[in-house]
């Protein structure tokens, strides 16, 4: 895949913080070191944010920050003509997608394919060949705030994948650790209410990741 966090790689696990709805939260996040800011675009998501002002975002962080656009559901018109609106960089899909409509997408922007645990092992095969596609572990609930049960998971996670699932700053360590996950990905246990992220629970989680060896 067309590496959609393009820092420098760290010795542990990269850093992507979700349901980014400001300007000032991306901000502060990538000040704080985040290699990528996902904004969901879902119109169910509590954490729903328009083009416009994911597109200022973006143009806030700049290009050595991913920006990525999430979706659920959502039809190809409606996905590439929202990316490229507000300046996304990767596109993360969720739901049950077929395979035709995701290596549709991979053809314009480097995706993210969200698969729950008991997807994984010949659903993630499919993908194990295909670069422009990296695979991500998520809750089966996106967004809630439940942590995933880690030691399941050592057998089945893929190499390379991202790692999503009520992680925060008091546990990723030891999420790093059991999976050794590509990048981590929070939402819901770094804010001060849903959509308006804490600074300094932002802050103690990318300390955290930073401070972890795999």
Same mark, same amino acid.
Request: glycine residues 8%.
């Given at each position: 895949?067309?590496?959609?966090?393009?820092?420098?790689?760290?010795?542990?696990?990269?850093?992507?913080?979700?349901?980014?709805?400001?300007?000032?939260?991306?901000?502060?996040?990538?000040?704080?070191?985040?290699?990528?800011?996902g904004?969901?675009?879902?119109?169910?998501?509590?954490?729903?944010?328009?083009?416009?002002?994911?597109?200022?975002?973006?143009?806030?962080?700049?290009?050595?920050?991913?920006?990525?656009?999430?979706?659920?559901?959502?039809?190809?018109?409606? %996905? /590439? !003509?929202? *990316?490229?609106?507000?300046?996304?960089?990767? @596109?993360?899909?969720?739901? &049950?997608?077929?395979?035709?409509? +995701?290596?549709?997408?991979?053809?314009f922007?480097?995706?993210?394919? %969200? /698969? !729950?645990? *008991?997807?994984?092992?010949?659903?993630?095969? @499919?993908?194990?060949?295909? &670069?422009?596609?990296?695979?991500? +572990?998520d809750?089966?609930?996106?967004?809630?705030?439940?942590?995933?049960?880690?030691?399941?998971?050592?057998?089945?996670?893929?190499?390379?994948?991202?790692?999503?699932?009520?992680?925060?700053?008091w546990? +990723?360590?030891?999420?790093?650790?059991?999976?050794q996950?590509?990048?981590?990905?929070?939402?819901?246990?770094?804010?001060?209410?849903?959509?308006?992220?804490?600074?300094?629970?932002?802050?103690?989680?990318i300390?955290?990741?930073?401070?972890?060896?795999?």
């Amino acid at each position: 895949m067309a590496d959609p966090t393009p820092h420098t790689p760290h010795p542990t696990a990269r850093i992507k913080i979700c349901g980014t709805t400001s300007v000032e939260d991306a901000v502060q996040a990538a000040q704080a070191g985040a290699d990528a800011l996902g904004f969901i675009f879902a119109p169910i998501s509590k954490r729903l944010v328009s083009p416009q002002v994911a597109r200022a975002a973006s143009l806030s962080v700049g290009p050595a920050v991913s920006r990525v656009g999430v979706f659920l559901d959502q039809g190809l018109d409606e %996905v /590439l !003509r929202t *990316a490229e609106a507000a300046r996304m960089s990767a @596109v993360q899909l969720h739901g &049950p997608l077929s395979d035709i409509f +995701v290596r549709a997408v991979a053809d314009f922007y480097p995706v993210l394919r %969200v /698969l !729950r645990p *008991a997807d994984l092992g010949a659903r993630a095969e @499919v993908w194990a060949s295909v &670069p422009t596609v990296t695979l991500m +572990v998520d809750a089966p609930q996106p967004g809630g705030g439940v942590p995933l049960d880690w030691e399941s998971l050592r057998e089945t996670f893929p190499a390379g994948a991202w790692l999503a699932g009520g992680l925060g700053p008091w546990n +990723v360590a030891g999420a790093i650790r059991v999976l050794q996950p590509a990048c981590v990905d929070a939402v819901s246990q770094l804010e001060a209410r849903p959509g308006v992220k804490d600074p300094a629970k932002v802050a103690a989680f990318i300390g955290a990741v930073r401070a972890t060896s795999p």
